[in-house]
């Protein structure tokens, strides 16, 4: 056959493709039903109901009351507000003005962080352990008598693993620090309750659960302290000012509807293709590993490290077969520096270089796995017979 032969998207922790159940949801909201949820005529009060039903059911999904739930524009945002918007309020109030972040939080946490600490607050970065998780012992180790809020993921976007929140907030609190989650990554993945989990703030995204681009969700248990980021006409709660995007919220809530439906199985039939995955390469390929590989990861996430052939290489060629793949998170994809989460966890820099994450989903088939560990050991080969420090470093290429 000439041209590429099929087209394989393994890139599930950069976004999702929206299912169309989700699209046929919101779509009469951005035609027929297309009102102002603020307006008070007819057509707006349906917005505002569409809008509300849809609060309604993804704040019953975390167990959060639907005033504690607010509609943004993206995970990035959410992010942006809880680390900013809760750490000032409480600087000022109760004079706490020390924050903790984990060091392989997303940019959207990460470099928030690193603007409040050029804006008179004093930042902790604690690094993962080399599993890949951030332990609550070495949390107390960091928080202090001023520490204010303390941020860590709920799952790594780059290496699947999930952290042990509940154990995470309760050292928090025992220092009387309010504890914010990025959950993008998790939601609908594994289970996520904000009582259960003892969390004040988390922040959420629909496009990494097949939901569409550009609408997210914030998480504020009742009375944490909190300004908002967006001024205007007050709408969320006096929260996050801005016209609702309705068709987006109805959407969100479809999408992690979806997600609940069929977790269980989900859940199972992705760790079954993750593995398959990562036994594929690490049982096929000589010199590879998996990252994080003894720790609780994230149905269909892998993080591979092929030595002596780079990341972007890799990409491209899998690209040439109709595989997408990432090398590490999108956001620093266009960069060529080695990833910050590879390195927080002690991954060297020349082993970082050659990581790859395939990221699995609702619409990942068996063939889709066998097709890719079919192409991938011939790409490695090539590579590597093509860098001329590889045999001298790592001894000869792939498994009989
Ligand atoms: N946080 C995590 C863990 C993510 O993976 C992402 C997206 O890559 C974001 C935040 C940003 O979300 P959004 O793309 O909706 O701004």
Not at 28 to 51: D, F, I, K, Q, V
Not at 204 to 233: C, I
Not at 255 to 274: F, G, S
Not at 311 to 319: H, I, K, Y
């Amino acid at each position: 056959m000439i041209g590429m032969e099929r087209s394989v998207y393994m890139d599930y922790a950069a976004t999702t493709p929206v299912d169309e159940r989700v699209v046929d949801a919101m779509l009469p909201y951005m035609s027929e039903h297309y009102g102002n949820p603020s307006s008070l005529y007819t057509l707006g009060r349906e917005g505002y109901r569409a809008l509300e039903a849809a609060r309604e059911s993804i704040a019953a999904t975390i167990g959060a009351a639907p005033n504690e739930f607010i509609f943004t524009g993206c995970g990035t945002e959410s992010d942006n507000a809880a680390v900013v918007c809760i750490s000032q309020v409480v600087a000022e109030r109760k004079n706490r003005r020390h924050v903790v972040v984990s060091a392989f939080e997303h940019h959207a946490v990460l470099r928030t962080a690193e603007w409040l600490a050029k804006n008179d607050f004093e930042l902790t970065v604690l690094k993962p352990r080399e599993d890949g998780i951030i332990h609550a012992e070495d949390l107390a180790g960091v928080v202090r008598d001023d520490t204010g809020l303390v941020s860590v993921m709920a799952a790594n976007n780059e290496i699947g693993t999930i952290q042990p929140l509940k154990d995470l907030a309760d050292v928090a609190h025992a220092k009387g620090a309010l504890f914010h989650t990025d959950a993008v990554q998790a939601l609908g993945k594994i289970p996520f309750d904000v009582n259960d989990l003892g969390i004040d703030a988390a922040s959420f995204s629909a496009h990494k659960m097949y939901g569409p681009k550009g609408v997210g969700g914030l998480y504020l248990r009742k009375n944490t302290p909190f300004r908002p980021l967006l001024m205007g006409g007050g709408q969320e709660f006096k929260k996050r000012s801005g016209t609702q995007n309705v068709a987006g919220a109805v959407a969100f809530a479809k999408a992690l509807e979806l997600m609940i439906e069929t977790h269980a199985e989900e859940a199972e039939r992705l760790t079954r293709l993750r593995d398959r995955v990562a036994d594929g390469v690490t049982g096929t390929i000589v010199n590879t590993r998996l990252n994080a590989s003894g720790s609780p990861r994230l149905p269909g996430y892998s993080n591979l490290i092929i030595l002596g052939c780079e990341g972007e290489a890799m990409l491209l060629q899998l690209d040439n077969k109709g595989i997408a793949v990432s090398t590490g998170s999108a956001c620093s994809s266009s960069s060529l520096e080695p990833s910050h989460v590879l390195l927080s966890i002690g991954c060297p820099v020349e082993e970082a270089h050659g990581s790859l994450r395939v990221t699995l989903g609702r619409f990942t088939t068996d063939e889709d796995v066998e097709y890719f560990l079919e192409v991938l050991p011939p790409i490695v080969e090539r590579l590597r017979s093509m860098n001329p420090l590889y045999d001298r470093m790592y001894g000869s290429g792939v498994k009989a």
